[in-house]
């Protein structure tokens, strides 16, 4: 339920299933966020939120989704696979599952494998259209499209040859209710959470930033991280769906301010260029 509560002292522990008592795996939270229900758990983007709804907490008797419901939900969502978009090229992703990572790495899949999973971390990869596919799906209701760079085809009498009109691939398989609670979490990040900077002057934006780690770890034992942001505005009527990817930058730092730029800049941008002095020679 949206108002399940769970408490982040800022990380998780987790015992070695062979070595209980020598060995603990710590996971961590960006920060000690205290009591989080499910709206100020996305809207603070808490970490340790996330792993108890993906790998849950047994000894705390708190059940998770596990990994085989979490990747059965994020194809669903369109993550593993391409998009359709009319552009070459475009690179599948991968939604990894306890038979890929034995298949392919080796080693049986883990319940740390779950938590990291559950954030997006972890092995899981995604493109930016993947994830704006995604977004537009909460945003819309459920439906899954299928993007388009081209609009239309004209000759040269400005006659349409061909119009790409919407497409829906799928619906998720997801009840609206469910998709308006994430909806409301995503507007109370940008309202009083991590996606603040995503905030437009007169447009109700809902976002959800994403700071994603990636390479070799460093000396400090962190990360180098990609900035991420998906969103959607209006709130209550959405129009349009954005998303940032910055390399090497953060979710809440780069890639939310560039999107509130690109949103203020669609609802506002046509009217700012029609207020400007014409060209004069």
Known sequence: APW???????????????????????????????????????????NVYFYYLAGGKSDEGFRGLGVERIAAYARAFGLGQPTGIDIPGESDGLVPDTKWKEETVGEPWTLGDT????????????????????????ANGGNLLTPHVMKELRDSYGKVIQSYETKIRAKVPVDESYLQVVRAAMRQSVTGGVAKNAA??????????????????LSNGKYETHGWFVG?????????AVVVFVQRGTGGNDASPAASKII?????????TAALPEDRP
């Not at 959800?208 to 070799?216: D, H, L, N, R, V």
């Not at 959607?232 to 349009?240: G, M």
């Open 4 to 46: 399940t509560t769970i408490t982040s002292r800022g990380y998780i522990t987790v015992e070695n299933e062979f070595d209980p008592k020598n060995i603990v795996y710590t996971y961590r939270d960006w920060a000690p966020l205290g009591s989080l229900d499910f709206y100020s758990g996305l809207a603070m983007s808490s």
């Open 115 to 138: 938590y990291n999973f559950g954030i997006g971390q972890g092995y899981v990869a995604s493109t930016p259209m993947q994830m704006l596919t995604a977004i537009s799906a909460i």
């Open 200 to 217: 437009v002057a007169g447009i109700d934006v809902a976002g959800k930033t994403g700071t994603a780690e990636f390479g070799p770890q």
């Open 232 to 240: 959607f505005a209006p709130y209550d009527d959405p129009q349009i």
């Open 264 to 272: 203020d800049y669609y609802f506002r941008g046509a009217r700012l």
